[in-house]
């Protein structure tokens, strides 16, 4: 994509949402969310449409939906708009919450969603906590649901969703799922869509993006993630599956622009050959015990915690802000980092293996980075700028919505107290228009002339404008 507009902009704001984040104060309470007297933006002028969010906290599935839904639609022309999104946090009944949403905003309207982590969800209008014992806690009463809801004469969308289970792989059923958003809205193959969303449940995340570039071609814009856990749904539409996927296609000839990056240090760090692996671990680094050639490159940190504290978790802690990559170049000789979680493999330290949930191949050439929970909050928080930056989109057009699939693993180095910031500071990058964020476990995303990716601790945000 070309840039029409200084690189000096992004900076300020990137600038900008870092001096927020310092202002905002430290001893934050549990952010109180106080919805918005007219949620429903309505733009005039050439990009007619009415965009509003909304969120609930309640445990029963059908009071969160009207709840939610009610709230984004306050001031709607429109009560039953042409598109939502849906994310609930893992444990949610999924399938109550999308029954309930196709009743509440019409048959008409196409619905694409999933699970987020247990933790959270977000909006422009907050980050709505849910689990409050960690990521584990599914049982906890209380949930979290944020719904968007997008009515324009100026987008058309398209939803479909496939199982598993009978398909012969997650491949196939992802082609499955987006020939089936394509001919929901009479759209062929050869009609490549201006942006595709998909969510999937956990594991499958390489395999779903190699089957929509099955349909429509590596040149085509994909972004989203791996549904949150650790329970894992998702939704097209009426569908909803334990195993699964969906996809949601967008035609339009307004601004689109994305982010998909991560936000760690890939300067003169040491990297090796992934010489033996096994599925999704790595087995060997230039022929040794992987997790012992980790050590050395973390300066001896992962046996010193192994033997201070005999806690596995804290390796897995130190592991986060400390990933491994790899990189991609395009034709046109763009750097490209896809980053990868890594975790020892089994909790007994005798095992020396390291997982991660992408899948790298033996011979491919893997690089240490290095991040903090800081630089990662802003990271994100400059997202919408990012996005116009990439798209060529200038301080002058509004954006209409932002949707947004953050890693878990990313949100979950940033300190408790702290996370209620991120909707402020996307706000601020994002003019105040509506946003939806996930908490997924893996992300998906594309580069431009090299194609779409599936990696682990990245950032996304779509962003459509006048």
């Not at 009426?238 to 991560?262: N, Q």
Request: proline share 5%; net charge negative; with cysteine.
């Amino acid at each position: 994509m070309k840039t029409r507009y200084p690189i000096l902009f992004t900076v300020m704001l990137v600038i900008a949402a870092g001096g927020l984040l310092r202002l905002l104060s430290r001893e934050e309470k549990e952010l109180r969310i106080v919805p918005m007297e007219k949620p429903v933006m309505e733009h005039a002028g050439g990009s007619r449409a009415e965009v509003g969010t909304g969120w609930s906290t309640c445990d029963d599935p059908a009071e969160a939906v009207r709840e939610a839904v009610s709230m984004a639609l306050r001031g709607a022309k429109n009560r039953h708009p042409d598109f939502a999104v849906i994310f609930a946090t893992s444990g949610s009944d999924m399938r109550s919450v999308i029954s309930e949403a196709r009743e509440a905003l019409g048959a008409g309207a196409r619905i694409f969603g999933g699970t987020s982590d247990s933790r959270a969800v977000m909006t422009n209008g907050g980050f709505i906590r849910a689990a409050e014992k960690g990521y584990l806690d599914v049982e906890t009463v209380r949930r979290g649901l944020a719904v968007m809801t997008v009515t324009s004469k100026d987008i058309l969308f398209g939803v479909g969703a496939a199982g598993v289970s009978d398909r012969s792989s997650p491949r196939e059923a992802a082609a499955a799922a987006m020939l089936s958003a394509m001919r929901s809205i009479g759209r062929s193959p050869g009609e490549r869509p201006g942006i595709t969303l998909t969510m999937s449940t956990y594991g499958m995340g390489d395999e779903v993006v190699q089957g929509i570039e099955d349909v429509v071609g590596k040149g085509a814009v994909v972004l989203g993630g791996t549904a949150g856990g650790p329970k894992f749904a998702v939704a097209g539409d009426g569908d909803v599956y334990d195993e699964g996927i969906t996809t949601a296609v967008m035609y339009t000839d307004l601004p689109i622009a994305w982010a998909f990056e991560g936000g760690f240090d890939v300067g003169d760090l040491p990297s090796g050959i992934a010489t033996r692996v096994d599925g999704h671990a790595i087995l060997e680094i230039d022929d040794r015990p992987a997790l012992d050639v980790y050590d050395e490159w973390l300066g001896g940190r992962i046996n010193q915690l192994l033997q201070e504290l005999g806690d596995m978790g804290a390796v897995k802690d130190v592991l986060t802000l400390n990933p491994i990559y790899r990189q991609y170049t395009s034709p046109s000789g763009r750097r490209y980092f896809l980053y990868s979680h890594p975790w020892p493999r089994y909790e007994q330290p005798q095992d020396r293996a390291i997982s991660t949930s992408t899948r790298i191949r033996a011979g491919e050439r893997v690089h240490l980075s290095q991040g903090t929970w800081e630089r990662l909050m802003n990271r994100i928080g400059s997202l919408p700028a990012t996005a116009r930056l990439n798209g060529g989109i200038g301080p002058g057009r509004k954006p209409l919505f932002g949707i947004a699939f953050l890693c878990g693993g990313v949100m979950g180095t940033i300190p408790e107290k702290e996370r209620g910031k991120l909707s402020f500071l996307i706000n601020y990058a994002n003019e105040d228009a509506p946003f939806i964020a996930a908490f997924t476990w893996g992300e998906q995303g594309h580069f431009t002339e090299v194609g779409n990716k599936h990696g682990n601790l990245l950032t996304s945000f779509l962003l459509v404008s006048e």
